[in-house]
C-alpha cells in the first residue's frame, strides 16, 4: 500500500466525521423547530414559552456557529497535512541542534497556531451569541486576560509533559506508547484532583 492509498482513507475519514457532526447537528436543530412552540409537558409549570423559545434559538445560534466551525476545522486539518501545513511548523522549529526541543516545539507552535486560528470562532460565540441572549458578562478586557491566563498555563503545565513523552519516545524502543498513554492518563488524574 501507498501513501496515496492512505492518503485517500485520511480524506475519506475527515469527510466521514464532517458529515456526522453536521448530520448531528441538523438533527438537533430539527427536534429543536419541532418542539419550538411547546414546552416539553414536564417543565410547563416551571418554565414559561418566551423562555423556552429563547433557549432555542439560542441552541439555534450556537448549533449554525457549530456547523461552520466544524466545516472550517476539517479544511484547516486539510491544508495542514496536504497543503503543507506541518512541514511548515517543522521547518520553523527546528531551530534547535537538541531534537527533543524541537519536537516539543513544534507541538507547542502547532497548539498556539491552532488556538490563534480558532479564536475568531471564540469571539463571535461569547461577544456576539452569548451578548445577544443575555449570557456574557465578559468584557473584552477580560476576555484578553482570559486567554493569556489559559496561553501561559498551558505552557507551564503543558511544556514538562510534552518533554517527557518526547524523551519516552525517543528513548523507549518498545511499548512505548503504553508509557505515553501512562503519563496522559496520570495527568488527567492529578488534573481532576485539582
Do not use: C
Request: zero cysteines.
Amino acid at each position: 500500500m501507498n501513501i496515496i492509498f492512505f492518503s485517500y482513507i485520511f480524506l475519506g475519514l475527515i469527510a466521514l466525521d464532517t458529515a456526522l457532526k453536521l448530520y448531528l447537528n441538523k438533527r438537533q436543530s430539527s427536534a429543536i423547530i419541532n418542539n419550538y412552540n411547546q414546552v416539553p409537558q414536564h417543565f410547563q409549570k416551571a418554565i414559561q414559552l418566551s423562555e423556552h423559545q429563547k433557549a432555542a434559538d439560542y441552541s439555534l445560534a450556537k448549533l449554525k456557529t457549530g456547523n461552520l466551525e466544524t466545516i472550517f476545522n476539517s479544511i484547516l486539518l486539510i491544508i495542514f497535512t496536504f497543503g503543507g501545513g506541518i512541514q511548515f511548523i517543522i521547518n520553523l522549529t527546528n531551530i534547535s541542534a537538541y531534537a527533543l526541543s524541537s519536537q516539543v516545539l513544534f507541538i507547542l507552535s502547532f497548539m498556539i497556531i491552532s488556538s490563534l486560528l480558532s479564536l475568531p470562532f471564540q469571539i463571535y460565540k461569547t461577544f456576539k451569541i452569548e451578548q445577544k441572549f443575555g449570557f456574557n458578562k465578559m468584557t473584552t478586557k477580560l476576555f484578553v486576560q482570559d486567554q493569556i491566563k489559559s496561553l501561559l498555563l498551558t505552557l507551564a503545565i503543558g511544556t514538562p509533559i510534552l518533554y517527557l513523552i518526547a524523551w519516552i519516545m525517543n528513548n523507549v524502543t518498545q511499548n512505548w506508547w503504553i508509557y505515553v498513554w501512562g503519563v496522559i492518563v496520570g495527568f488527567n488524574l492529578l488534573a481532576l484532583l485539582i
